[in-house]
């Protein structure tokens, strides 16, 4: 992953965070109120762990993060909640199965997971579109009703479609974009509250 070595770089690391991408969930909690105390919460695509420590500390020790990545890398989430990783690909059955085993229904899934880029600018929009498609398939069995959604998609080709299809799961669905995601970059996120179940 191509590392930006900004002000919300040095601000991560600061912080105790291993990535920058941090401030683009935190910038959505302080907005919306995504997660609360005691919150069990998916986070897809958890490496190197940001998102991962950010819940933990938000919903604290009485809550429950798992968080899934096909990278087995070191991730340390200290603190707050516990965490659980699970190793794989979360668009695979197994994967699913083993999320499903540890905790049943979540309150909140998030995923900042994007797929390898090939420089094919239309193949990777719609690479990430089908990712986060498969995200909104996985909240149908996974999220509690009432629970929350946040997912990042490369705005593009049939992108309103998606945005539709979130209209109907959820009592609120709008698209967000952080401050602290590059201007130049075409990532935004999709935000679901209130899983009509
Ligand atoms: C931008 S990084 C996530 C950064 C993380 N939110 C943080 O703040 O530390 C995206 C991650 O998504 C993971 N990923 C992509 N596709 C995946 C899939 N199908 N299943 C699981 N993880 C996936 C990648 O391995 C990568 O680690």
């Given at each position: 992953?191509?590392?930006?070595?900004?002000?919300?770089?040095?601000?991560?690391k600061?912080?105790?965070?291993?990535?920058?991408?941090?401030?683009?969930?935190?910038?959505?909690?302080?907005?919306?109120?995504?997660?609360?105390?005691?919150?069990?919460?998916?986070?897809?695509?958890?490496?190197?762990?940001?998102?991962?420590?950010?819940?933990?500390?938000?919903?604290?020790?009485?809550?429950?993060?798992?968080g899934?990545?096909?990278?087995?890398?070191?991730?340390?989430?200290?603190?707050?909640?516990?965490?659980?990783?699970?190793?794989?690909?979360?668009?695979?059955?197994?994967?699913?199965?083993?999320?499903?085993?540890i905790?049943?229904?979540?309150?909140?899934?998030?995923?900042?997971?994007?797929?390898?880029?090939?420089g094919?600018?239309?193949?990777?929009?719609?690479?990430?579109?089908?990712l986060?498609?498969?995200?909104?398939?996985?909240?149908?069995?996974?999220?509690?009703?009432?629970?929350?959604?946040?997912?990042?998609?490369?705005?593009?080709?049939?992108?309103?479609?998606?945005?539709?299809?979130?209209?109907?799961?959820?009592?609120?669905?709008?698209?967000?974009?952080?401050?602290?995601?590059?201007?130049?970059?075409?990532?935004?996120?999709?935000?679901?509250?209130?899983?009509?179940?």
């Open positions: 992953m191509k590392q930006v070595q900004d002000h919300y770089f040095h601000k991560a600061k912080a105790g965070y291993p990535a920058r991408s941090v401030y683009k969930l935190e910038e959505a909690q302080q907005k919306f109120k995504l997660l609360k105390a005691g919150d069990r919460v998916l986070d897809l695509g958890c490496q190197p762990g940001s998102w991962s420590l950010y819940a933990a500390r938000v919903i604290g020790p009485r809550g429950l993060v798992v899934v990545d096909l990278n087995p890398g070191p991730i340390q989430v200290r603190g707050g909640a516990p965490f659980h990783f699970v190793l794989g690909d979360i668009t695979k059955e197994t994967v699913q199965t083993r999320v499903r085993s905790c049943p229904l979540y309150d909140a899934i998030v995923s900042d997971m994007a797929p390898r880029t090939t094919n600018r239309w193949a990777d929009q719609q690479h990430s579109l089908r986060a498609r498969t995200v909104l398939e996985i909240a149908e069995t996974l999220l509690r009703p009432g629970g929350n959604f946040y997912c990042k998609v490369f705005e593009g080709e049939d992108f309103k479609e998606l945005v539709e299809e979130a209209r109907l799961r959820f009592a609120k669905a709008r698209v967000f974009k952080p401050k602290s995601s590059r201007s130049e970059s075409r990532e935004v996120f999709l935000l679901g509250q209130g899983f009509q179940g």
